[in-house]
């Protein structure tokens, strides 16, 4: 949050909120400010779930006098920075032993942890205390935020009404917001720890019910290409010939590692994006695939699609429940109506594609912010959340997420629900969904 109340003291909306007890419209903040409308009504969300105010028809309102400066929050975000690098070079485990002569080795490392109230200082040089020993336990974690370290740096032009800044691929699939590598690192550690055996599970399902084996499994956004590998792995132990396995990224860094660790098992990393299956069949006929005949698989991808301009509102009545805020790619706040009209349309682009063998997705979803502001401990995921809405991302709750691929025609074969344990409620949604035939 520390970037968000940066911005928001930059551009003199801070201010404004912390000199009045009353809440201030959004609008007359937005114009005032020249801040954009949408992430202000995002604030709303994140105040609420940290208990410093929220949003209501009246407006955006503050009623915490005490919060952080910019520069505690720039402290915390080099501090998850140096965590990811340990992490990332293999010294977490042992720092969290307490081994000294690891310590000696990393002492310079540990500096930027002092923020965090981790360090002690000793003639010899810097150590963990037991706090810090703790926290390295937590490291992967601090991966996800350093991969967005990028993006954290540049909050204030992105709250700005004309800024230019906006994420996304450029034309060789690279990001300016960014760190691939340590983002797919991060997802690839989540799968294998909580996703692995419901893809399986979803995966053995599919190939027992499929009408013949699918000339190829395909995953859309494969990141680092963890998934199809650890597929792999499982089908073979489960005495099954692994069809193709066929990695789709737009992202040029992730691609190349999908290539890499791909190629020694005949698989393929293409070029795609998950808004336009049309366009990736043509990208597999070229390749002698028929994107029909694959079983198609995407995990914590459907929310990287974009939403492209203002898209027509379902009917209300069909409209699932939701406590999220919804934006466009625009940054411009849509409703629940429209937000569904758009997923509705995503999942029937694919509807024709996955006739035959299904489509096994798991999704990450959007916490109701009553439920997160009951658990301090729960603060991590709204990091989650602010770097999803700033990198025009578009989490949404489980049931509309699961009802939206119903409106567009397709029907869970098998649901499962995971990370329940965090928060007593699902995070993450695992689907087998199939074409309603008609
Ligand atoms: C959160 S990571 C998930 C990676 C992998 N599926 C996993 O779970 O380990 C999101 C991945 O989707 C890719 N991606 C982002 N936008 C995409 C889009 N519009 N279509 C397809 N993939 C996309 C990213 O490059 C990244 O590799």
């Not at 940066?6 to 009045?20: F, N, Q, R």
């Not at 400010?33 to 995002?42: I, N, P, Q, T, V």
Request: glycine share 10%; aromatic share 6%.
């Amino acid at each position: 949050m520390g970037p968000v109340v940066d911005a928001l003291k930059h551009h003199g909306v801070w201010h404004a909120l912390s000199s009045t007890t009353e809440p201030i419209a959004l609008g007359t903040l937005a114009e005032r400010y020249h801040a954009r409308e949408g992430l202000l009504a995002c604030v709303g969300r994140w105040f609420e779930i940290l208990g410093w105010g929220g949003l209501s028809p009246q407006g955006l309102r503050l009623t915490a006098t005490e919060t952080f400066t910019a520069n505690q929050g720039q402290s915390a975000l080099n501090a998850l920075i140096a965590l990811a690098k340990l992490y990332d070079q293999g010294a977490a485990p042992r720092l969290a032993l307490g081994c000294g002569m690891t310590e000696k080795i990393w002492g310079q490392a540990l500096q930027p942890l002092a923020a965090l109230g981790w360090v002690v200082e000793h003639p010899s040089g810097l150590a963990l205390n037991e706090a810090g020993r703790a926290g390295m336990r937590m490291a992967a974690q601090s991966l996800y935020t350093a991969g967005y370290a990028p993006l954290l740096s540049q909050v204030r032009e992105l709250f700005a009404s004309d800024g230019e800044h906006s994420p996304g691929f450029d034309s060789s699939g690279d990001e300016w917001h960014v760190e691939r590598d340590a983002d797919i690192t991060f997802s690839a550690a989540v799968y294998e720890s909580q996703c692995q055996a419901a893809v399986c599970e979803l995966v053995l399902k599919a190939l027992q019910t499929a009408p013949e084996t699918p000339q190829a499994i395909v995953d859309t956004g494969a990141g680092n290409g963890a998934l199809l590998l650890g597929l792999h792995a499982a089908l073979i132990e489960a005495d099954i010939t692994a069809p193709r396995l066929v990695a789709i990224e737009p992202s040029g860094p992730a691609r190349r590692q999908c290539q890499v660790r791909l190629a020694p098992l005949g698989g393929l990393a293409l070029a795609g994006n998950i808004n336009d299956p049309d366009e990736m069949a043509l990208t597999l006929k070229a390749h002698g695939i028929d994107m029909q005949n694959c079983l198609h698989i995407n995990k914590s991808v459907m929310h990287n699609r974009s939403v492209i301009g203002q898209p027509a509102g379902l009917d209300d009545a069909l409209v699932p429940f939701s406590c999220a805020v919804h934006l466009n790619q625009a940054f411009e706040q849509i409703s629940a109506a429209q937000m569904a009209g758009d997923l509705v349309a995503a999942f029937e682009r694919w509807r024709p594609w996955v006739q035959r063998h299904g489509l096994v997705m798991l999704e990450p979803h959007a916490i109701d912010p009553a439920v997160l502001g009951k658990d301090p401990e729960s603060h991590p995921l709204l990091g989650t959340e602010i770097t999803h809405v700033l990198s025009g991302q578009h989490l949404v709750e489980q049931g509309f997420h699961r009802r939206c691929a119903e409106l567009a025609g397709l029907s869970a074969a098998v649901s499962l629900n995971l990370q329940q344990d965090l928060l007593g409620a699902p995070i993450m949604s695992a689907d087998l969904w199939r074409a309603v035939a008609g």
